[in-house]
């Protein structure tokens, strides 16, 4: 069984661009969460969507938006980047409710805003 | 709000030594816990879950943890470490009810020394 992927892998923009992430979830799972990782901050929640709808928001601003489209597969975008949105961005999946189903997460996309 | 705290950002063990990576929490509520391990330029992958039933609960390569309700703990043994076991580690609470994303700690980072 194919796990969580992410695209691309790595990324390189400049300040003021935007970019757009991708994940596909494990076949079968219909929640995607989103994580942001980094040395500073550590791992922090960013949003999870099922069926579609967003369920939960994490304290991003609005530049951080996301969706998931009807094959469970979900994007996340960043627009107007900032220097400090340098990070991995993790997806990760489950069956139904992330609270108490165990999440399955991607090996990241790392982004590289210069 | 609910937290956690991992105590010690680094850990050094030796081949061979007891491993511990101490996980702390705070809730209102009873909650769910998690063990997550990551490899470097790899995604989270889950070594175990609390989620109310037994409180000693084992996971895979060797680790276990015990959930311990009034030290609000949740910390993470292996008898033996292995250079394998090189990694950063983290713990993550949950909630049953109510639509909670999972909330990490800062992370350990353990090395073990030949």
């Known amino acids: 069984k194919a796990g969580v992927t992410q695209t691309p892998r790595y990324l390189i923009k400049t300040r003021g661009q935007q970019v757009t992430l991708s994940c596909s979830p494990i076949?079968?799972?219909?929640?995607v969460s989103w994580y942001q990782q980094t040395p500073g901050q550590g791992l922090q929640f960013l949003f999870e969507y099922f069926s579609e709808t967003q369920r939960n928001k994490g304290n991003f601003p609005g530049r951080f938006s996301g969706r998931q489209f009807s094959n469970s597969r979900s994007e996340m975008n960043v627009s107007t980047l900032e220097l400090g949105d340098s990070a991995l961005y993790l997806c990760a999946s489950s069956w139904v409710v992330t609270s108490t189903d165990t999440q399955y997460f991607g090996p990241g996309t790392r982004l590289t805003v210069l | 709000a609910q937290s956690v705290t991992q105590l010690g950002s680094h850990v050094s063990v030796s081949e061979g030594a007891l491993v511990l990576l101490r996980c702390n929490y705070s809730s209102s509520v009873p909650p769910y816990l998690f063990w997550y391990v990551q490899y470097p330029n790899q995604g989270l992958q889950l070594l175990l879950k609390?989620?109310?039933?037994?409180?000693l609960v084992k996971g895979i390569n060797g680790f276990e943890a015990e959930f311990k309700k009034s030290e609000t703990s949740f910390h993470l043994t292996k008898p033996s470490a292995h250079m394998s076991d090189a990694a950063e580690y983290f713990c993550a609470v949950s909630f049953p009810s109510g639509n909670t994303p999972l909330v990490f700690g800062k992370g350990t980072r353990l090395s073990v020394i030949a």
């Open positions: 609390y989620t109310s039933a037994a409180t």
């Open positions: 076949s079968g799972h219909r929640s």
